[in-house]
């Protein structure tokens, strides 16, 4: 359930076409490095999936990445969305 998310909701809001988000994601785009980084710091699994604290958790990575403090730094990044179905265990988090 949580690993499709990434797919389903980059493709949900417009980054990719219907049925190209599994592409993206094997072709590297999604990557630290790639041309839209998804979930840098690995997700909610990595965090331990705080329920109840998503939002929060969302906010703060993206706040890091934006001051370029961040571990796992996006470079360059200068916006930052965070998306959380609440609720269902879907949550995706996108810096540029």
């Not at 980059?10 to 980054?15: A, C, I, K, R, Y």
């Not at 076409?17 to 041309?35: E, F, I, L, N, P």
């Not at 001051?67 to 360059?76: A, D, K, L």
């Amino acid at each position: 359930m949580f690993t499709p998310a990434e797919i389903a909701d980059s493709e949900d809001l417009g980054f990719f076409s219907k049925g190209k988000g599994g592409w993206a994601v094997q072709d590297g785009h999604t990557q630290v490095d790639g041309k839209l980084p998804i979930n840098p710091s690995g997700g909610l699994l990595c965090k331990g999936h705080p329920v109840g604290a998503t939002g929060l958790g969302q906010i703060y990575e993206v706040v890091r990445q934006l001051r370029h403090e961040h571990e796992n730094q996006v470079t360059g990044a200068e916006i930052g969305l965070t998306h959380n179905a609440a609720g269902t265990g879907l949550s995706v988090l996108f810096i540029y």
